[in-house]
């Protein structure tokens, strides 16, 4: 099970944190990344720590600006999301793959979702 939270409302240029815990397996043995969703669009990949050589990828609209994280004591991943804009606007999920380096859109194991509206 993966549990996303730290989503809420911020201004632009503005700060938030998303956290995913994992219960029941250890996220070390698995692909993870987020995936967003804004309102009427398709679910796109954000951002995801490879579990084949650990390195990180950014899709190139947020690329600068967030850095995917995992702290294996907590069996945790973090995105931290700094100089928000609107467009960034969308229900972010967080999901993992025990076969594929990266999560796919088709994975089977994903969070809940958690809100991020960047507005002023």
């Known amino acids: 099970q993966l549990q996303a939270s730290g989503g809420g409302l911020v201004q632009p240029g503005g700060s938030l944190r998303l956290s995913c815990a994992a219960s029941?397996?250890?996220?070390?043995?698995?692909?993870i990344g987020w995936f967003r969703q804004a309102p009427g669009k398709e679910r796109e990949g954000v951002s995801c720590?490879?579990?084949?050589?650990?390195?990180?990828h950014y899709a190139d609209s947020v690329n600068g600006r967030f850095t995917i994280s995992k702290d294996n004591a907590k069996n945790t991943v973090y995105l931290q999301m700094n100089s928000l804009k609107p467009e960034d606007t969308a229900v972010y999920y967080c999901?993992?793959?025990?076969?594929?380096?990266?999560?796919?859109?088709?994975?089977?194991?994903w969070g809940q979702g958690t809100l991020v509206t960047v507005s002023s």
């Open positions: 720590i490879s579990s084949s050589d650990g390195r990180t």
């Open positions: 029941g397996f250890t996220l070390d043995y698995y692909g």
């Open positions: 999901a993992a793959d025990p076969l594929f380096p990266c999560p796919e859109p088709t994975s089977d194991y």
